[in-house]
């Protein structure tokens, strides 16, 4: 039934695959980490309360999650050349990812920190806490299991993404059942693509399940 399927172009694709998705989910973590943070901690009765810096992160995030991530990927064109010294390859999406995954993953943090009762908090800066022991000690321990629920959720949509990068040229399952399996009307190469993405996305939110439960106290 699958006899077009050639083993270690497919095996090729998944690590690529795989690959970005590691990579990116790294930067995502933590450029969403500090950009979540900065908008929780500049809000308003916020410990660093400013409201210029939190209108201009927020704008940014938000700019960024409304543009849709082919578009982005084309966008990012320049930028990224200058950086990997190429528009091709699973290194070459890398930056698109990243930059199109944080800012969704930064209002996950956001929401995350926002649910931290505040009574612990206050706690903390009145025994003489410093900011960074605030974040580090209370914030973010307590918000941990919505941290990691949040990214695992992150996560699967980068799969998603890297499918689509896998369009123009990024490698990856994505890549293959476009080139090898839809230009060629080989939709088998498809159905083994799509299943193997499936595949992935189901272990990793078995995963981020499971840590989540580990963690969570509550």
């Given at each position: ?19 970005m ?15 979540g ?30 543009i ?24 070459a ?11 969704f ?38 918000s ?5 629920s949040g ?5 699967i ?6 499918a ?7 490698g ?47």
């Amino acid at each position: 039934m699958f006899g077009n399927l050639k083993t270690d172009e497919l095996i090729t694709a998944t690590n690529e695959t795989l690959y970005m998705t590691g990579i990116a989910l790294i930067g995502t973590l933590i450029l969403g980490i500090l950009l979540g943070l900065l908008l929780f901690l500049t809000s308003k009765d916020g410990i660093w309360e400013n409201k210029f810096i939190h209108i201009i992160t927020a704008a940014i995030v938000n700019i960024f999650r409304a543009i849709p991530f082919i578009i982005l990927i084309l966008l990012l064109f320049p930028f990224t050349n200058f950086l990997i010294g190429t528009i091709r390859g699973p290194s070459a999406a890398l930056p698109a990812l990243i930059i199109g995954t944080a800012p969704f993953y930064a209002r996950l943090v956001e929401i995350a920190f926002r649910e931290v009762d505040k009574g612990v908090i206050e706690a903390a800066k009145s025994i003489g806490a410093k900011t960074r022991t605030i974040i580090f000690k209370v914030i973010i321990p307590e918000s941990l299991p919505a941290l990691v629920s949040g990214l695992t959720v992150t996560a699967i949509a980068l799969i998603g993404y890297t499918a689509m990068a896998g369009v123009i040229g990024a490698g990856g399952l994505g890549d293959y059942a476009y080139f090898y399996g839809f230009q060629r009307r080989d939709f088998d190469v498809v159905f083994v693509c799509t299943v193997l993405i499936l595949i992935i996305v189901f272990i990793i939110q078995f995963i981020g399940d499971l840590i989540t439960n580990k963690i969570d106290k509550r």
